[in-house]
């Protein structure tokens, strides 16, 4: 590891699921790093992923330019992770993940950083129905206009130890006798959070070509019916998978998105009618994890390592179904 006379790193969103995991992969490969954040009070775990002042927590927000400028001021790579998963107050999808990403983009370019990595979405669509991945799209086309040589990263649905997929349906198995089941056909293809991170670190260092859209899945294409019976058996739980049909969930989620941090919303219900794996142009392409020359990882091999905790005797309940 090289001391903090490296390379400079800001990442944007750095202290959340993913951003935590790149933090440590590129405090690990002896990058200085800003996690630029709304809240850098609350980010003060981040310091331990690196020796004394390799990490620096840093107050920057999408929706105010100057606060974006500092935060990449002298970065030599700039890193955009943020996004959001519904909309609440000023938190818009136009506004974080379309009108932020060019923010993120011109502020990159005018400091002169060599490297602009941004994550995306698979599905990400200017014709889509779901604003979400409409977003997202707007989004990807504002980076490459500000920023031609950016590198742009699309993955499936993230798990890991903290994620917000596996974790939730694993807490409804623990809690509800039934589990709704929206989209039951529609395919999946989750990818694991080193394997993400990883990624990223490497399209920071310049092993992928700039002014593309790699998209990243996992080794498992699933269903959704299929993930839940994956939650099912590693929580060792019998519950009753009841089919939703859209436009049900649709009006029940309308009320759900009244919640400060609703459970669904209905623009998740859309998007649950499109698949979310990767499109056979990026395979046939090559822009995917072969790419940055990554076998990526199963869900049997890391959802066993924590979805234990939703089971009845936790880590000690080995072949008890309740």
């Known amino acids: 590891m090289t001391q903090t006379g490296g390379k400079l790193v800001t990442i944007f969103g750095g202290s959340g699921f993913i951003g935590t995991q790149l933090t440590q992969e590129l405090a690990r490969r002896g990058y200085r790093i800003r996690v630029a954040v709304r809240r850098p009070d609350l980010a003060g775990h ?8 390799q990490i620096q927590p840093i107050q920057a927000n999408l929706r105010y330019p100057e606060s974006v400028a500092r935060a990449v001021e002298g970065a030599d790579i700039v ?14 999808f136009a ?26 979405a698979i599905g990400a669509s200017e014709t889509s129905a779901s604003a979400y991945a409409r977003s997202k799209a707007l989004g990807e086309i504002e980076v490459l206009k500000a920023f031609p040589d950016a590198i742009i990263i699309r993955p ?63 080794p498992d294409v699933e269903t ?9 058996s590693e929580t060792r739980r019998k519950r009753l998978l009841f089919p939703v049909p859209f436009g049900l969930a649709k009006l029940k989620a309308s009320f759900l998105a009244l919640l400060p941090r609703p459970l669904l919303t209905p ?27 990554i076998t990526p990882t199963g869900m049997d091999i890391v959802l066993p390592t924590y979805m234990w905790r939703f089971r009845k005797h936790g880590e000690f309940d080995r072949n008890v179904v309740a």
Request: aromatic share 8%; hydrophobic share 50%; proline share 3%.
């Open 267 to 293: 623009d998740q219900v859309v998007q649950l009618r499109i698949d979310n794996v990767v499109s056979p142009e990026a395979i046939k392409q090559k822009r995917t994890f072969a790419a940055f020359g």
């Open 156 to 218: 499936s649905i993230v798990f890991g130890s903290d994620d917000g997929f596996f974790n939730l349906f694993g807490m409804l198995a623990r809690i509800s006798p039934v589990m709704p089941l929206i989209g039951g056909n529609t395919k999946f293809q989750p990818v694991y959070v080193a394997d993400v991170a990883q990624a990223f670190a490497l399209a920071a260092e310049g092993a992928v070509k700039g002014g593309k859209v790699y998209e990243l899945g996992g």
């Open 79 to 92: 890193i955009n992770l943020v996004g959001i998963l519904f909309e609440k107050g000023k938190q818009r």
């Open 224 to 232: 959704m019916r299929q993930l839940m019976e994956r939650v099912l």
């Open 95 to 120: 506004a974080v993940q379309a009108q932020g990403a060019k923010v993120v983009a011109e502020a990159a370019k005018a400091a002169g950083a060599e490297r602009l990595v941004h994550m995306s």
């Open 46 to 53: 981040v310091r331990m992923f690196g020796f004394p002042g």
